[in-house]
């Protein structure tokens, strides 16, 4: 099994998942969320001032809204409590990216290690495949030869028998082998959003 592992192939596996998996995508959107989020604190300061302006055209006076001064009239102001609080909510915004770029690494760790498993895996159910595959193929040959000299009386029919039950036996393995390549093929599958067959090792 260890001369069928290929790590190249198996780094390649991993960056598909990275790029495929859902769960995947939505920590990174999360983390680009939380990153806009500390912009949009930062910025934020402004949210403390307010501009507004006032234009009085007449010369005469308002006996009903007395004002001394005509024309355009500008006034900024300053709520305290808004600026006071944004040091606090900078620096919460900045905490909130830095956890959203934690899970986001150990997403990423979980999904490396849960790929590797699952195709270790898979290349197991693979071997033991071809080991139960050779030894059918081995059992049904034994019953040809021993049906061949059974009906020419060199052996005796329990010999036969018993290669027939050998050969029954490892068909038996063989349908188990072969449900647990495809159950760990689809495993691995499952994770990469692509079928096997479509991704070619590198270089082909």
């Given at each position: 099994m260890i001369s069928g592992i290929s790590y190249p192939y198996l780094e390649k596996l991993i960056g598909i998942a990275e790029n495929n998996y859902p769960e995947m995508q939505v920590k990174d959107y999360q983390a680009k969320i939380a990153k806009n989020n500390v912009t949009k604190?930062?910025?934020?300061?402004?949210d403390a001032f307010s501009f507004s302006y006032y234009y009085r055209p007449t010369q005469a006076i308002d006996v009903s809204n007395p004002n001394l001064f005509n024309g355009y009239q500008i006034g900024l102001n300053l709520n305290i409590g808004t600026l006071v609080q944004k040091p606090?909510?900078?620096?919460?915004?900045?905490?909130?990216y830095k956890i959203a770029q934690l899970q986001q690494t150990s997403y990423k760790q979980n999904l490396v290690a849960e790929v590797k498993k699952r195709y270790f895996t898979y290349l197991e159910q693979l071997t033991q495949l071809k080991l139960r595959s050779k030894s059918y193929a081995d059992a049904?040959?034994?019953?040809?030869q021993l049906r061949s000299r059974f009906e020419k009386s060199e052996v005796k029919f329990d010999d036969l028998t018993r290669a027939l039950i050998l050969a029954s036996e490892q068909n038996q393995f063989l349908i188990?082998?072969?449900?647990?390549?495809?159950?760990?093929?689809?495993?691995?599958?499952?994770l990469l959003g692509e079928k096997l067959e479509n991704i070619k090792p590198n270089g082909n």
């Open positions: 604190t930062n910025v934020g300061y402004l606090f909510a900078t620096k919460e915004a900045k905490a909130q049904q040959s034994l019953v040809t188990t082998a072969e449900g647990g390549t495809f159950t760990a093929k689809a495993a691995l599958e499952e």
